[in-house]
């Protein structure tokens, strides 16, 4: 699906104003069924999420947008905290004037900003969904290593395209995301705290969210469910997105099919017969 006819820009005010590009697509409208924001990880961009739009765009309004300092989005001077990221949604959500309560998505470095959303405004949440995100949050060891070198920025932003192919943005962003997130993320003092019901996806073969974090997760969130998605690693709706899709209808269709599925029920999903197909 191509998005680029679907992205507009805003410009957010605040201590630290940022111009975002986002994709907005799907019904404004009844019949359509809500609106679902999608938060992409450290170092990507909402193009990840394009499997994901395309299939939930016919019945939901579907919002991605870039994160400051990533992809189309503006670079600016800023701390890159998770107190800016959490500002840029809300005035994201007010601008586009979402209601409430919709459907948070989240991918990796996306969780804490959509776990901390849900913990502090629930009313405004109807459900969450994360993948590949946990209570301790890291990059890819070898991303890790290169932003950490003691070399100036021009020499790692140059490094960057032979050792880092798959990043949206720019060293110095992804080193104070680092700084002003990842490294100061506990996730095991919010997750209890969200009551909102709960999706998390993992993937078999993580290593930079490993399944072991998300059973974690699941412990400590008092509605959660989790499912393993097999053979994939850390981008489990980019590697097998039909699988993912078909775990995201069933959790999105409605109460009364959640509840027979079991929610809350302290079991795990884990990879389930559609998540379990091959060829998704």
Known sequence: ????????????????????????????????????????????????????????????????????GHGHS???????????????????????????????MAHSFGGPIAITFAATQPQRVSRLVLIATGPEMHLNPLHEFVVKLPLPLRYLEGLRPALMPKTYAPVAVIQQVLAGTLFRWDGRKVLPQVTTPTLIIAGQ?????????????????????LEVVKYTRHLPHLERPDAVNRLLDRFLEGPRLWREQGAGDRGQGSASAESAQPGS
């Open 205 to 225: 073969w993580d290593f930079i969210a490993p399944v072991s974090q998300a059973e974690e997760s699941q412990r400590l969130m008092p509605n959660a469910r």
């Open 74 to 104: 503006e670079v600016v001077a800023s701390a890159y905290s998770l107190e800016e990221f959490l500002w840029d949604l809300t005035q994201l959500l007010t601008r586009l004037q979402v209601a409430d309560p919709f459907i948070l």
């Open 1 to 68: 699906m191509d998005l680029t006819p679907y992205r507009k820009e805003l410009l957010l005010a605040g201590t630290a104003p940022v111009r975002l590009s986002v994709v907005d697509v799907g019904p404004l409208e009844p019949p359509g069924r809500g609106t679902v924001v999608c938060i992409h990880g450290c170092a990507g961009h909402l193009e990840q999420w394009a499997p994901q739009i395309a299939h939930l765009a016919e019945h939901y309004r579907v919002i991605a947008p870039d994160l400051r």
